[in-house]
């Protein structure tokens, strides 16, 4: 294999040696699964160790990484029609838990804001620190072609960028990586370095292929209910606004003004105590005036 020459930018003209080779993804079975349980179960028995490990190596936890392999395969397994027809499935199944280990939601997590104390050998604890503190997209790109043996058309479609940009990637993760430890500046050194990293991972013990199958039905039921009840709700509500929303326009009442020259609307005014003799008086007077003038008894 030839080696190819990319523009790397500020690095001038860089060189990037090929990968080596990756092995065939897929189980190795002596017969092809009978039933979509039966593949899922030998792909999940394959693939699922190496995933864990290549998840503890890209984020530095081992309960994260436990649970990215067991989210991806719950998708993989709730999309089985599709991904069983993948030319890649492993690769499916590993595009899903590489995603989900970097996601940056995770770090407002308590439990997962830090990563676990380092072990393994001293190097491989210096690379694994140093791999750490780069960026994810970069990280990322390191494992898959210097980890894995990936292609760089391969870990560029994976990683949604363009062949240009993963190269840029990749030798500005190298860059840094030889920074920080610079026993790792030879390709072939940081492969080595990478494979011990993977190699020794982090132990930790997988469900079985059943629990992680029920677990993926499981989610994708309380999805469902949780779609449905969403829906029973926006319908009540929808139909309660129309049972009590008004059916014509009704305009609002203006505002009181005040209006001069009008008097005030009241009742009659107490009499003062003189007002009160004064009447008094009258009506102990005798009528004297005109009979017209005078209330009918009848």
Do not use: N
């Amino acid at each position: 294999m030839t080696q190819g020459t990319i523009d790397g930018g500020t690095h001038g003209t860089a060189t990037l040696d090929p990968p080596p080779a990756a092995e065939a993804p897929g189980p190795e079975t002596a017969a092809a699964p009978a039933t979509p349980v039966e593949a899922f179960d030998a792909l999940y028995a394959y693939a699922a160790p190496g995933l864990v490990r290549q998840a503890y190596a890209l984020c530095g936890r081992r309960r994260l990484a436990r649970e990215a392999v067991e989210y991806a395969f719950h998708q993989a397994w709730d999309r089985w029609p599709e991904v069983a027809v993948d030319r890649d499935p492993a690769g499916w199944v590993r595009a899903v838990a590489h995603d989900y280990a970097l996601s940056p939601w995770h770090r407002l997590r308590r439990a997962l804001r830090y990563p676990d104390p380092p072990s393994g050998p001293g190097p491989v604890r210096a690379l694994r620190d140093a791999m750490l503190q780069l960026p994810p997209s970069y990280r990322r790109t390191l494992l898959l072609y210097d980890g894995l043996g990936v292609g760089l058309p391969e870990v560029a479609a994976e990683t949604e960028a363009s062949s240009p940009a993963a190269a840029h990637r990749l030798l500005h993760a190298r860059d840094a990586v030889a920074e920080r430890v610079p026993a790792l500046a030879d390709p072939d050194v940081l492969r080595q370095r990478l494979g011990e990293l993977l190699e020794q991972g982090a132990a930790t013990v997988l469900a079985a292929p059943k629990a992680v199958r029920a677990g993926g039905e499981r989610r994708v039921w309380l999805w469902t209910r949780g779609t449905a009840a969403l829906s029973a709700l926006i319908v009540a509500a929808t139909a309660f606004t129309l049972a009590t929303a008004p059916t014509r326009y009704e305009p609002p009442l203006a505002p009181g003004e005040a209006v001069a020259g009008v008097p005030v609307l009241s009742g009659p005014q107490q009499l003062t105590p003189r007002a009160e003799q004064l009447r008094v008086h009258l009506d102990q007077q005798p009528v004297t005036g005109p009979a017209r003038l005078l209330p009918s008894p009848h």
